[in-house]
């Protein structure tokens, strides 16, 4: 589709334009500009200056868990709508008051939210940057979307494609002509950072609006929405039709077991299964077996919980015993994620399933709140996966191949995603990265993608997690430097990085790590192959 360069329409009593990357324009709504993009109306505008802000984010995709202090900046926010959507929609900004590094950066959300609040902007500020959110017109509950449907059987469609995609263009235009305003000259480069949904949000910018960002990081990336949503309810499906809820120490063993047969396939066992690929543990050859819960009470693998470990690992399989999509790596935390239960007083097990998947498909597939998705059949399931994909591939997928208008452009982008993760199938993402590969034999010119072993889902787990992705990003936009591997920490979730860090790399895909010996805490030990 055509974008639409933003306009800028000046306040009666603005201040001109400043040419000095170190001066800005005052930060009140009286002298910043209003922005304008094409398609929607500007309400309201409010700017105010913050100094001596802190806080503490924790680590999510880039961004590494720091405690922020002393920042200085001007906070715009820009509420907006689209004629005859009957939507609103906020878009903040923060402005370095100083320190501004000439660039400007996009953020993503998460689960059903457009925007991060201050998770990412903040540390974005840190490092000098101008950086902007969006809520993208809805509550950003990660819940359930209250704001799915206008009534019942009707979707709200605004608001969807406002989450799906037209929202990130706007707060992109909007953040970029802010930060063209106050400080009187444009960004040089424009970045966009997201995981999870955020990388989902990366991978619809490449494609949709190629010419918005010189650097995309999609991390993680919920690709494949209309099909991937759905096959995460796949395990919680099985066990509501064989009536059987493995209790969360029963799914832990399961994983150990797998951890016991394939850990070592790299060469070293050091608590991450590195060649998932090569992993073929299947758990119904451990059933009868005997397993401690807690360490001391003796319990056995039963044969239903196989079948929905097995489920798991597999993803959905048809009645004609095809595969609707990918499962899970054998090292994904079960519990934690798409196969999690919850153990009652009484000792009763019960479901306790992934709530953006269940919404998905009562609020958007069958429009109906009061739906019951734990009373469907196999054939409903694929009924659900199907109209999933009919109904919305062209509102939210994420799969289109062809980035060559992204490449011509002069963008580059870089995908990670974690072989353990418990939420996304990091197969997805290989599967899209082959595809890109199959339209672009350069796509590596433009676009890498890396597999990360025992990194769970945009968080650190058992295995190094990639620090300093964005300056890797930033050194191949700016200065043609493309990273054919990523330095790794053992990294916490709120304490930043460890003294005894195993900086073993990881490779562009289609590499891997390999153990050639010696200390497997050294990247020496390890060589891309």
């Known amino acids: 589709m055509a974008i639409k360069l933003m306009s800028f329409v000046l306040a009666a009593n603005s201040l001109p334009l ?40 924790h680590t999510s995709g880039a961004v590494l868990a720091a405690n922020l202090t002393n920042l200085n900046f001007c906070s715009v926010n820009v509420t907006y709508t689209h004629a ?39 540390p974005a500020v840190a490092k000098g940057y101008s950086a902007a959110t969006t809520n993208g017109g809805h509550n950003n509950s990660l819940v359930h979307p209250d704001w799915a449907l206008t009534s019942p059987g009707n979707v709200n469609y605004f608001l969807l494609q406002d989450f799906a995609s037209v929202a990130l263009s706007d707060m992109t235009l909007i953040g970029q002509a802010l930060t063209a305003s106050f400080y009187g000259r444009p960004a040089t480069h424009s970045y966009w ?116 470990v097995l489920a798991a690992w597999t993803g959905p399989v048809d009645a004609s015993g095809k595969k609707q999509w990918y499962g899970l790596n054998r090292d994904a935390n079960l519990t934690a994620g798409l196969v999690a239960t919850t153990t009652q007083r009484n000792g009763t097990v019960t479901s306790a399933p992934f709530s953006i998947a269940t919404d998905w498909i009562k609020y958007f597939i069958e429009k109906d709140e009061s739906f019951n998705v734990a009373n469907i059949s196999d054939a409903e399931y694929f009924r659900i996966l199907h109209e999933s994909r009919n109904q919305y591939a062209g509102i939210i997928d994420t799969s289109d191949p062809d980035l060559s208008l992204f490449n011509a452009h002069g963008g580059k982008m870089i995908t990670w995603h974690g072989l353990a993760d418990r939420l996304i199938f990091p197969n997805g993402s290989v599967n899209y990265y082959e595809r890109v590969s199959a339209q672009s034999p350069n796509a590596p010119d433009f676009y890498r993608f890396f597999e990360v072993p025992g990194t769970t889902h945009c968080a650190p787990g058992p295995g190094p997690y990639p620090v300093d992705v964005l300056e890797s990003l930033v050194a191949w936009v700016e200065h043609g430097q493309a990273p054919d591997a990523l330095a790794t920490g053992n990294v916490t979730l709120n304490g930043g990085r460890l003294s005894h860090a195993s900086l073993r790399n990881v490779c562009a895909w289609p590499k891997t790590q390999r153990y050639v010996g010696d200390d497997p805490e050294s990247k020496e030990s390890f060589v891309c192959v």
């Open 84 to 122: 005859g959507w009957n939507d609103l929609i906020t878009v903040t900004t923060w402005l370095p008051l100083d320190g501004w590094n000439g660039r400007f950066q996009g953020t993503g959300g998460g689960g059903w939210a457009t925007g991060s609040d201050t998770e990412y902007i903040a």
């Open 193 to 308: 950072n997201g995981c999870s949904t955020g990388g989902r949000q990366g991978l619809m910018l490449a494609q949709r609006y190629p010419d918005l960002y010189d650097g995309i990081l999609a991390l993680a990336p919920a690709i494949n929405w209309d099909s991937f949503i759905v096959a995460e309810y796949w395990a919680q499906h099985v066990m509501n039709r064989i009536d059987y809820y493995p209790p969360d120490c029963e799914l832990e063993a399961f994983t150990s077991a797998a951890m016991v047969a394939c850990d070592g396939l790299d060469g070293v066992v050091d608590g991450v299964i590195t060649n998932e690929n090569a992993c073929g543990f299947d758990p119904r050859t451990v059933v009868g077996q005997s397993f401690f819960c807690n360490g001391t009470v003796p319990m056995q693998f039963t044969a239903a919980g196989a079948e929905v």
């Open 18 to 57: 400043v040419a000095s990357l170190g001066t800005s324009l005052p930060c009140s709504s009286a002298s910043i500009p209003f922005p304008s993009v094409f398609g929607t109306k500007v309400i309201n505008v409010t700017a105010v200056e913050v100094r001596n802000y802190s806080t503490t984010v």
